[in-house]
């Protein structure tokens, strides 16, 4: 059955720009494994005649967007969102150790995936890298969230068999069995994908860092998450126990675990020569800028990942970041990019910031053509927004002279409310 929805429509082209039909109108049909799809896009006024038998909803005043793309969030610290600390590590031991602690108890794991998954679709993210913790009923609770909403979603059991407290330190060998397990019951089940999830290489071994990175091997298609060049501490943590590794990066590339798919949140302390090992592996960095400001990491380099060219997109690492909204993602990322002064003066412009979120992002995570956009042939996951929902927005959206000027209206005065419904490509 062919559905139509006529709105406005926010879409991109293969080099990240903006399209928008003021009057447009989306297609939507499920392909032969009844996954709904985007069959065409466009203005009404050329879409339409091509499509006389779809069912045809109209939405006036709303606009239709790509469901955003999260490179990086952890579901288990869905409780510690604005936790202070002074810097990372003392966050880690005093908050999130002790959090994800809880989650070797599978009734507390689904509690936490369903109030998760809640908010995703609550504020218009339709697809997430995320970490679980290093207890296999986290990831199980996640997938089966996952699998119930017909998201398409990864994650994986994070592994750290070392520098851990114990209810979160796994043991080596029996980490990397699980993780085949894992990878074997759930990669690539309907929408779903596994990341291979070493937490950071100073919580690892190297003989779990070996092993992490023989699986990535096995298993080509699969992700690779982990984190890198977050915060100062960190950084000279890990040259104190890597002191033969060039750098930090540098030892994620010594045991494989750098190439298409593999995804590291931060990615701020890097030099020239790990940007273009990022841009030479097809390795993606996972910018969040939330929680670079809430934990004083730093400030990511938007002009340099520019310059070198490498993979980036935008997260919210909650709960070190502080907002499941990526319009406070894109906010606070207009921010940093401000603070670098790395555009020619400017920051970053809106649509930019917009497809950072969607459709870059999915390119980032070789997703490209699949999630994050509306062409066709993308899966049908999609927000409905409503520019008018509160007084401001709706002030400031109608005052909007240029489509640069209506996306930030949304995006500086933009949150839940914004959000008027998420339709999710729903399988038959
Ligand atoms: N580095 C290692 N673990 C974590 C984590 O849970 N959050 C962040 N932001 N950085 C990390
Ligand atoms: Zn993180």
Not at 80 to 98: C, H, K, R, V
Not at 338 to 354: C, F, H, V, Y
Request: net charge negative.
């Amino acid at each position: 059955m062919k559905k139509a929805y006529r709105a406005s429509l926010l879409r991109f082209d293969d080099a990240g720009l903006p399209v928008f039909d003021e009057d447009g109108l989306l297609v939507v049909a499920p392909d032969s494994a009844g996954r709904q799809r985007v069959l065409d896009a466009g203005s009404h006024a050329a879409v339409s005649p091509r499509h006389p038998d779809a069912e045809v909803t109209h939405l006036p005043g709303r606009i239709l967007a790509p469901g955003f793309v999260d490179m990086h969030i952890h579901f288990p610290q869905t409780d510690i969102i604005g936790s202070p600390a002074p810097g990372l590590l003392p966050w880690l031991e005093n908050y999130t150790f002790p959090a994800e602690a809880r989650f070797a108890d599978p009734a507390h794991s689904n509690e936490v995936a369903d109030v998760f998954f809640d908010e995703l679709l609550r504020n218009g993210v339709t697809t997430a890298l995320a970490f679980a913790t290093s207890h296999v009923a986290s990831v199980d609770a996640f997938f089966e969230g996952a699998q119930r909403r017909n998201l398409r979603m990864i994650s994986g059991k994070v592994l750290q068999d070392r520098n851990s407290p114990d209810g979160v330190r796994d043991e080596t060998e029996q980490s990397l069995i699980d993780s085949e397990a894992l990878i074997r019951k759930w990669h690539d089940t309907g929408r779903l994908g596994y990341a291979i999830t070493p937490r950071f290489a100073p919580a690892s071994t190297d003989a779990q860092m070996r092993g992490a990175g023989e699986l990535a091997a096995k298993y080509a298609d699969t992700w690779i998450q982990s984190h890198v060049a977050e915060n100062r501490d960190e950084v000279a943590w890990v040259r104190e126990l890597y002191p033969q590794a060039r750098s930090y990066l540098d030892v994620y590339a010594g045991f494989g675990l750098m190439r298409e798919r593999a995804v590291y949140a931060h990615c701020i302390y890097l030099d020239d020569t790990d940007r273009a090992l990022l841009r030479d592996t097809k390795t993606a960095a996972a910018v969040s800028p939330t929680s670079n400001l809430f934990l004083g990491s730093g400030f990511f380099d938007f002009g340099a990942a520019d310059r070198v060219g490498y993979r980036y997109g935008l997260a919210s690492d909650v709960g070190g970041g502080t907002s499941f909204s990526p319009f406070h993602t894109m906010m606070a990322a207009y921010y940093v990019g401000r603070e670098g002064q790395t555009k020619a003066g400017l920051s970053i412009a809106p649509s930019e910031l917009w497809w950072r979120h969607t459709g870059g992002a999915a390119r980032a995570l070789g997703l490209d053509g699949v999630v994050g956009n509306l062409q066709a042939g993308c899966e049908a996951d999609f927000l409905v927004l409503n520019p008018a929902a509160t007084p401001l927005l709706a002030r400031k959206t109608k005052l909007a002279n240029t489509l640069e000027e209506m996306l930030f209206a949304m995006i500086v005065l933009g949150d839940d409310r914004l959000v008027e419904r998420t339709v999710i490509s729903q399988a038959l």
